[in-house]
C-alpha cells in the first residue's frame, strides 16, 4: 500500500534488523515541510523536538526517525543528519546546514537481542532505502521489535508492527499516516469492537484477556519494567498549515489512537504523533485533522495485521489461526 507516500514531498525507509529484532524508519522530506507533534503517553523518549514549537525559530523540518532501541535508538538521527548535510539539505546556517530531524523511540529490548540498537549508521541506511513507493508494513523498520498488550508481560503479549494508510479529498488534498504500534494496551477493529490483538490469558494462550475488562477487575501493571510500551505516529499532508495549524493536526490524530488502542496515553506508554504539512494546496484544517485520525486507525489495524512472529512472541494472525506474512520464528 502506497500509505504516507501517496502525500506528495514525503520518502519513507527503513532499517530492519531482524537478528536483533529491532530497526528504525525514517521519513524525508522534499522541498518545505511545516511540522508539529503532541505527545501524550507519560514515558516518551524524544529528540529535537524544539523546533515543532510554534514559537521557535526554525519554520521547517527535513526528515523524522522513528527507532526502536529506547533511548539508545536517538543515535540514529546522527545518520540521518548525515545523509541530509551531505546533500546540502539543512537549515542554514553560512558555513554549513543543520537537518532538522526531530525524532522519537519505542522501548522494543525485550525482544531479541537488548543490545540490538540503531545508531547512525541504520540511520544513514534507512535513508538510502527511502522512496517515494508503497510502504512496507508489518515487522519491519520502527515496527520490527514491536508488541502489544503487556499487561502480563511479554511472555504473553502479541506482535505489534508498523502501518500505514491515505485518503485523499476534493482538490487535490491528500492525508495519510504511519504508525509503529508498541502499546501496553489492546488493538480493537472499531469497526466491529472486536480485539485483533492484544494480552492473552495465561491460562489459555490463543485467547485474549481483554485488558481494559481486567484492569476494571482490579488487575494492574504498576511497574515500567519489563512492559514498556509507546506508538510513535505520524500524519501527513499536502496542505498549506502554519506551525500552530500542524500541531492541532497532531494533537487530533491522538484521536486515531483512541479510537483503536485501548487503554491508550498510560503513564507505561510514551505516545507521541508528529504532524507534517508539505504546503502545497489549500485545505480546511478541521476537515484534515478528522481524517488524519481515521488514517492513523486504520494505520494501526494495518501494522498488527500485517506483523510477522519474531522473537518467541506471536503474531496477531497466528492467534486467529491464519498464516502470517512471511517467515516466522514464534514457535521456536
Known amino acids: 500500500m502506497e500509505g504516507i507516500t501517496a502525500v506528495p514531498g514525503i520518502r519513507v525507509g527503513h532499517f530492519t534488523d531482524l537478528t536483533g529484532v529491532t530497526g528504525c524508519t525514517v521519513l524525508l522530506l522534499e522541498g518545505r515541510a511545516v511540522g508539529g507533534v503532541d505527545v501524550r503517553g507519560s514515558a516518551s523518549g524524544t529528540r529535537e523536538l524544539d523546533p515543532l514549537s510554534p514559537g521557535h525559530l526554525v519554520e521547517e523540518v527535513h526528515g523524522l526517525l522513528l527507532a526502536g532501541g529506547s533511548a539508545y535508538g536517538l543515535e540514529a538521527a546522527a545518520g540521518v543528519m548525515r545523509y541530509l548535510e551531505e546533500r546540502g539539505v539543512g537549515f542554514p546556517v553560512g558555513v554549513t546546514v543543520v537537518p532538522i530531524v526531530p525524532a522519537a523511540i519505542l522501548f522494543d529490548l525485550t525482544i531479541g537481542d537488548a543490545r540490538a540498537r540503531p545508531d547512525a549508521a541504520a540511520g544513514y541506511a534507512a535513508c538510502q532505502a527511502a522512496s517515494a513507493g508503497p510502504v512496507e508494513e508489518g515487522s519491519v523498520g520502527a515496527g520490527t521489535g ?132 508539505t504546503g502545497r494546496v489549500e485545505a480546511d484544517l478541521n476537515t484534515v485533522g478528522m481524517v488524519g485520525a481515521d488514517c492513523l486507525a486504520e494505520a494501526v489495524l494495518r501494522g498488527v495485521l500485517a506483523a510477522r512472529g519474531l522473537g518467541n512472541v506471536p503474531s496477531a494472525r497466528e492467534i486467529a489461526g491464519e498464516a502470517s506474512p512471511g517467515a516466522t520464528d514464534a514457535e521456536a
Open 146 to 277: 514491536a508488541t502489544v498488550g503487556k499487561l502480563f508481560g511479554i511472555a504473553h503479549a502479541v506482535k505489534g508492527g508498523l502501518g500505514t494508510a491515505s485518503s485523499a479529498l476534493p482538490g487535490g488534498v491528500v492525508v495519510g499516516a504511519l504508525a509503529a504500534v508498541n502499546a501496553f494496551g489492546d488493538v480493537r477493529d472499531p469497526r466491529t469492537g472486536r480485539i485483533v490483538a492484544g494480552a492473552r490469558d495465561p491460562a489459555e494462550p490463543r485467547r485474549f484477556a481483554d485488558t481494559a475488562a481486567q484492569m476494571r477487575a482490579g488487575k494492574v501493571k504498576r511497574a515500567f519494567g519489563v512492559s514498556a510500551s509507546t506508538t510513535l505516529a505520524v500524519v501527513a499532508t499536502n496542505a498549506t498549515f502554519t506551525k500552530v495549524q500542524v500541531t492541532k493536526m497532531a494533537q487530533m490524530g491522538h484521536l486515531g489512537l483512541a479510537r483503536v488502542i485501548q487503554p491508550v496515553h498510560t503513564t507505561l506508554d510514551g505516545d507521541v504523533v508528529f504532524a507534517l504539512a
